[in-house]
């Protein structure tokens, strides 16, 4: 009941950080859908909280043991940007800018790379090197 009264109290109090929240929860999930689709995976996964997470491993490469690692402090925070760079790696993409985009932007840029027709799934990028990752790329004339 206590959780009840609390949600009451911040919708009184700032009812448009709720509305924040909940909207970008919902792109999150619909941003999240489409890209573990266009990756192969399940897209009901993006709505399941700790399978999300696993299916985001698969598609990197990782092994599903390295979930472990958002238990460790400090070293989550490194961990999921790393996570999200080499998601964008897995869609081809190289370039410094486009992983600040990732990291600052991250449900906005999953979205993006969900919803994108020209965006393609290249394939996991865990253990190799990143040059044999680039050389993945086609180039586009």
Known sequence: MDFVNSIQ???????????????????????GAKLFAKAGQPWYAAIIPIWNIVVVLKIVGRPVSHLAYFLI????IYFIFRLHIELAQCFGKYSTLEYVFCCVFNVFYLLNLGLAYNEEYFGPVFGMNFKDVQARKPVLV
Do not use: K, R
Request: hydrophobic content about 60%; overall charge negative.
């Open 9 to 31: 109290t911040m919708w009184e109090q700032s009812p448009g950080i709720i509305v924040l929240v909940g909207f970008l929860l919902f792109v999150g999930i619909i941003g």
């Open 73 to 76: 402090p400090f070293f989550n």
